[in-house]
């Protein structure tokens, strides 16, 4: 099983988290960053790592941690937009999605969980 704390730094990797409602050319109050969750456990954890984070910049961090509300699947044109789009925009670099792809590799034990329990 893949840790929260480890994905919360691959996901800190993506994002530019002094950034407010903003990622790469990206503007609006729809490119927030967040954390939300669905198991209050799980929030200290973020809690902490945020914490830790933070001690990185002299900025305050802009990430909303937050119990999940609702969650909306994007529409279908962006549902995997840069194998649609190779020329699209992202502003997440190559290198990161390699770093990922690395990640998710070293951590085969991981099993999905049913759709039912990630719509929550």
């Known amino acids: 099983m893949i840790s929260l704390t480890f994905l919360l730094g691959l996901y800190y990797d993506m994002i530019d988290p002094i950034s407010v409602n903003r990622q790469g050319n990206d503007r609006g109050s729809q ?3 967040g954390i939300y969750y669905t198991d ?25 941690v937050m119990p999940l509300r609702n969650y ?8 995997k937009y840069l194998d649609k789009n190779p020329a699209g925009y992202c502003h997440i670099g190559p290198e ?11 951590h085969t034990d991981y099993s999905r969980k049913s759709d039912g329990k990630l719509k929550y």
């Open 96 to 106: 990161q999605f390699e770093k990922a792809s690395r990640a998710k590799e070293t």
């Open 40 to 64: 209050e456990e799980d929030k200290t954890v973020i809690l902490e790592s945020v914490k830790r984070l933070q001690q990185k910049y002299d900025k305050p961090v802009a990430i909303e």
């Open 72 to 79: 909306y699947s994007a529409e279908e044109y962006h549902q």
């Open 31 to 33: 490119y927030r960053t």
